[in-house]
């Protein structure tokens, strides 16, 4: 699943067990399409990840469209 072009925050989580980070706001940089901000929900950090699709910025695991996204998406 992709995020979406709009540059609004989405909902992800990180579906590794032992990673310390569950669920993420993940956005597309507005000027560069292989750009990510990817955030925890507590805002106790923010990066800047590069790729075709973002990854946990702890553990580097695929994120998974979260609970709440998938709700909303129909």
Known sequence: ??????GEWQ???CPTAGC?????????HPRTKDLWWVGRLDYAGTWLIAGIEP???L???DIEVGVEARENAG
């Open 1 to 6: 699943m992709r995020v979406s072009d709009t």
């Open 11 to 13: 909902l992800r989580r």
């Open 20 to 28: 310390s980070t569950t669920m993420l706001r993940v956005r597309r």
């Open 55 to 57: 990854c946990c910025p």
């Open 59 to 61: 553990c580097g695991s």
